[in-house]
Each structure stands twice: as structure tokens, then as C-alpha cells.
């Protein structure tokens, strides 16, 4: 009777022979060029049967040619990019329109997402989240733009038979707001539309000089309480330096109407400020104050990192640029309260 010793070798022995016969099998299968060439096809129906069929054959086929009808979903497009690493050649074709959707919170105390989309132009695009369909529009100048309230998970972009995906970037955390200008009419409405609309305001109001009228616990401007401040006039210059240090780390500027002309703010400016252009007819009636009525002070020779926001009367009436980590809004409306003043519905 074959002892302990000579049960366990025999084993062995015939563990190793089997190791080296699946070794020399797969070395033949390796080097075996002789076989006819496995060519495989799917199209956007039947892709993701395919791709599991031709992972499951043990031998991955030499070349994979895909049709696609509508856009692979995120894991089709992993496998296809897996059975490509595995040494497969995989071509596909198709004729979907290109598209691409980003997703951004809306810096307001309202909330919001602001959806971008790049579409052909003429182009239907309809977004939607996991609860269904939130908006639809048509594309021009290459996309569409939609504001939405909220959305559930991912926002899904449709283009034709194209898909694109996109998930809102993190909450934005909002400051208060800064408003600098003389005491009148124009800070009054600045500070009551800024209120309005969910903002928690800071005010200081110059009356007289060295009379200022405040709204607020002031404190130095820094990112860490505003996120902007509006330099409605000339009472703004005194603090001009420690606005610009205030927008170089990061934080917003509005220069309204005569602030973009100052000396203090020459550096922040999107440009330099013309004459002042009066409409030839003051409207009057109640309600008929628009913005192409208001008095206007033209934006011109904007540097060449700015921006154009808004074109009137042929004059460039808004621009915007970065300095530092800040941005910085110049905007030539002048006496915007006659506006808020009008009484109109908007």
C-alpha cells in the first residue's frame, strides 16, 4: 500500500502536468494566426446583448463594427472601451447630431440651475431630470440656454437621438450685498429691487461730506461677507483701493453709470465712458420708461479681456471682465430709477 508520502507526490506531479498542458494551450491559442478572422456587428438595438455575447465567447473577436442610431449609454461606452483594451479593434459609425450640456447653480437667493446646451443650430433640445421632462427649446448660434428651478439628480440633455449627461456643480454660499452712492433715488430703488429679490443688503449713503446715512453692520470689504458690491456714483471713490484689493481676492463689482469714468476704478474698468447720450424723446406716460428711454453714458475702447453684454443705440451700454480673481460688471445706464419709478408691469 503507496504511502502518505507517495499519494501526496503522485498528486503533485499530476497537478503540475495538468498546469503545464492548459499553459501549452493557451500559448497555442495565442500564437494561432491560422484561424479566420472573427468579425462581429451591432447596432444601438441590440448593442448591449452584443457586447455581453461577445465578452461571454471566450475569444474576443478580432474586429467589432458598431452602428449607432442614438447615443450608448455610460456603461456601453466603458465596454466598448474595455473590449478595445483587450485587443479587439472596434470601429463604429453613425450620423448623431453633437452635443454637450454643463449644468451651473445660480448665484441668487432664489436658487436656480442655469443648463447650457451645444446643439446644431435648428435643432429641437429638451432637457430633463429622473423625474421627467423640465424644458424644451430650439437651438441657435449652436445651443440653447434654460433656466430651471431645481432638477432631481442628473440632468439629461436630448438632441435627436443624442444623449448628454450633466450633474450641477455644489450650492454656491452667497454674501451680502455693498451699495455705495449718494442718498436719492437711485441708491433708494438699487437697495429696494436688491431686497426684493432675497439679497440682505449693506447701505452707505453719503449726504453731505463727511454725512453718511448707513444701512447695515458695515465692516471691511472682503470676500468673506460680500459677494458684490455696486459703486452707483462718485461717493465710491473714497473707497476705490480697498474695492480693488476686495475684487483682485476674488470678489463681484458693479460700476453703474459715472463710477466707470473715475480716476480709482481705471484699473478694474471693462473700458473707458463717453458723453452721455439723452434719448431724443423722453417718454413720459406711465408704464413707457424702458431701458432704450433711459439717458445712457456709451462704454468705448473696452480692453481686450472684456466683454460685450449689452449693445444700444448703437454703443456698447454694459461690458464685463476678470481682474484677479474677481469680476468686474461696467454698466452705462444712467438714473435707472425712472425706470422703477415708471410703475410699469416688469
Do not use: C
Not at 182 to 193: D, I, L, P, Q, Y
Amino acid at each position: 500500500m503507496p504511502s502518505r508520502a507517495e499519494i501526496r507526490g503522485t498528486l503533485e506531479f499530476a497537478l503540475r502536468a495538468t498546469s503545464l498542458v492548459v499553459l501549452a494551450w493557451m500559448l497555442w491559442l495565442s500564437l494561432d494566426r491560422g484561424r479566420l478572422e472573427r468579425v462581429v456587428s451591432a447596432r444601438s438595438t441590440n448593442l448591449a446583448a452584443a457586447l455581453r455575447d461577445w465578452s461571454a465567447a471566450g475569444v474576443a473577436p478580432d474586429r467589432a463594427s458598431i452602428r449607432l442610431d442614438s447615443t450608448p449609454t455610460p456603461t456601453e461606452r466603458d465596454w466598448m472601451r474595455a473590449l478595445a483594451h483587450s485587443g479587439s479593434r472596434v470601429t463604429w459609425n453613425g450620423s448623431l447630431p453633437a452635443s454637450a450640456v454643463s449644468v451651473h447653480p445660480v448665484a441668487s437667493p432664489r436658487g436656480g440651475l442655469k443648463v447650457l446646451v451645444a446643439a446644431p443650430s435648428a435643432n429641437r433640445v429638451t432637457i430633463e431630470d429622473e423625474l421627467g421632462l423640465i424644458e424644451g427649446a430650439t437651438a441657435t448660434s449652436g445651443g440653447a440656454r434654460f433656466d430651471a428651478p431645481s432638477a432631481v439628480g442628473q440632468v439629461l440633455a436630448k438632441v435627436g437621438s443624442t444623449r448628454a449627461r450633466a450633474i450641477a456643480a455644489d450650492s454656491i454660499r452667497l454674501g451680502r450685498v455693498l451699495i455705495l452712492g449718494s442718498a436719492g433715488w437711485e441708491s433708494k430703488f438699487v437697495v429696494s429691487a436688491l431686497e426684493e429679490a432675497g439679497w440682505k443688503v449693506d447701505a452707505e449713503m453719503r449726504v453731505a461730506p463727511s454725512v453718511d446715512v448707513t444701512q447695515g453692520a458695515l465692516s471691511a470689504i472682503d470676500t468673506s461677507r460680500y459677494s458684490a458690491v455696486v459703486a452707483l456714483d462718485g461717493s465710491a471713490a473714497l473707497r476705490a483701493a480697498e474695492i480693488n484689493r476686495y475684487v483682485a481676492s476674488g470678489g463681484g463689482l458693479i460700476l453703474a453709470g459715472v463710477t466707470g469714468s473715475l480716476d480709482g476704478f481705471a484699473s478694474v474698468r471693462a473700458g473707458t465712458t463717453g458723453r452721455v447720450q439723452v434719448p431724443s424723446v423722453l417718454e413720459a406716460e406711465p408704464g413707457s420708461t424702458t431701458l432704450a428711454s433711459l439717458s445712457l453714458l456709451p462704454i468705448g475702447s473696452l480692453r481686450s479681456d472684456a466683454v460685450r453684454l449689452d449693445v444700444r443705440r448703437g454703443v456698447i451700454a454694459a461690458a464685463a471682465r476678470r481682474h484677479g480673481s474677481g469680476k468686474v460688471v461696467q454698466e452705462g445706464d444712467v438714473d435707472t430709477w425712472r425706470w422703477r419709478l415708471s410703475g410699469g408691469d416688469e
